[in-house]
């Protein structure tokens, strides 16, 4: 597969004034791919609960979607489907998705049964994924539950981290309000993967086919990017900005280098971060801030490297200085996810003034983003808590979930 990966690094403000004391910068910077040739194929596993709390309406759905999933796999590809209760059941061993109505038919006949036992079914996932382990393909795994896990969650960390070590990602999603997120996190950010919160077993389509097309839109894994710093530049925060929001903190090397890691780049969506640094004092002029270097593997390739020096004006003349609107749009959003975070950290703490504070601070940006909805919520929780009210699992992980997706948008 021929892959071409591009680096793009963009200020938040550029140029800047010049000024005799350091100033915070904002810094975007995008890994992208774009294929020139057919897509590598796939080894998916999709571990499934099917547990008695998911009768009825969740199952239902539940195979609807996966059903949907055979139907947008090629016959290149490799699937298996493990469902786990107490117990654990192989449905179908990894095979070709060349017969898709055979495939579809054992999934019909999926019942409920038993309770919950996570790592009974990442464990067999795992079996089936090895079976065809390739570095030529992608390998992903499609974790779903809608409860807590008992007494193994050590160990569903445990084969996350041999997940990692197959450069598997996991999608691992949660439906319903009575799973334990911070399981399902671990398990994803180990993998360089995603986690999310499914509120509607309706929308259970609509995530596997996000999860699907991610798979299938990897060009290239293991991507690191490496910051190389001027004297006086200094790094405050890293956070990922696509494809979902989070605090990915940094690797400090030495006094001027620090190193993040990006893990899969995608076709369909860049894989970015904002860097937020403190520049040092400087005159009018252009000066070199940095050295960017992108390390990334493509699909059945070898490590491949991009280097790219970051220049920043700066101007004597304040009518100069100018904003990138993009840039700052997503500086805005990770705001807005860290004012959540915070205040979701407060409640859990006990402190309801604290997360009161910080959720009429969110809604206050995400109004300013056009984000209504979602800006009428948190309003309304920030409401609640004032009034003493506690804050339920469901909201919580609505909020949490919901300002992490703010730069993507889940095709329905």
Not at 284 to 313: C, M, N, W
């Amino acid at each position: 597969m021929n892959t071409v990966v591009t680096l793009a690094c963009t200020w938040g403000r550029a140029p800047l004034v010049a000024s005799a004391s350091p100033q915070v910068a904002y810094l975007l910077v995008e890994a992208q791919a774009s294929a020139v040739a057919e897509k590598a194929p796939l080894n998916f596993c999709l571990v499934l609960d099917r547990s008695g709390s998911m009768q009825g309406a969740k199952l239902a759905a539940l195979k609807e979607a996966t059903k949907r999933v055979i139907d947008t796999l090629t016959p290149q590809d490799i699937v298996s489907i493990v469902l786990f209760d107490d117990t654990v059941q192989t449905l179908v061993p990894a095979t070709f998705a060349t017969d898709r109505d055979a495939l579809k038919a054992q999934v019909d006949a999926i019942e409920e049964a038993g309770g919950t036992a996570m790592s009974g079914g990442m464990a067999a996932g795992i079996v089936e994924l090895r079976k065809n382990h390739d570095p030529g393909r992608v390998g992903a795994m499609l974790l779903l539950t809608d409860g807590q896990t008992w007494g193994d969650e050590d160990r569903c960390r445990a084969l996350a981290q041999d997940l990692a070590r197959d450069h598997v990602r996991v999608t691992a999603l949660g439906l319903g309000a009575e799973w334990n997120e911070k399981l399902l996190d671990d398990i994803a950010d180990a993998t360089g993967g995603l986690s999310d919160y499914i509120a509607d077993p309706a929308q259970i389509t609509t995530f596997f086919q996000h999860a699907v097309r991610a798979a299938q839109g990897t060009m290239a894994q293991d991507a690191r990017l490496l910051l190389r710093l001027v004297r006086g530049a200094t790094p405050r925060a890293v956070y990922r900005a696509n494809p979902i929001i989070a605090n990915l903190g940094y690797q400090p090397i030495g006094d001027s280098e620090i190193a993040v890691r990006l893990g899969a780049i995608e076709t369909d969506a860049p894989s970015s971060v904002i860097i937020d640094m403190m520049v040092p004092a400087r005159e009018a002029g252009s000066f070199r801030v940095a050295q960017a270097e992108l390390h990334y593997t493509p699909v059945g390739g070898s490590e491949q490297v991009i280097k790219q020096d970051i220049l920043l004006e700066f101007v004597a003349d304040p009518a100069q200085a100018a904003y990138d609107p993009r840039v700052m749009n997503l500086v805005e959003k990770v705001t807005a996810f860290k004012l959540q975070t915070r205040a979701l950290a407060e409640a859990e703490a006990g402190n309801l003034a604290g997360a009161t504070q910080k959720l009429r601070a969110a809604a206050t940006r995400l109004l300013d983003l056009g984000e209504l909805e979602l800006a009428q919520k948190v309003s309304e929780q920030a409401k609640q808590l004032d009034q003493g009210q506690t804050m339920s699992a469901e909201r919580q992980k609505e909020l949490r979930y919901a300002t992490r997706r703010l730069t993507q948008k889940l095709e329905e």
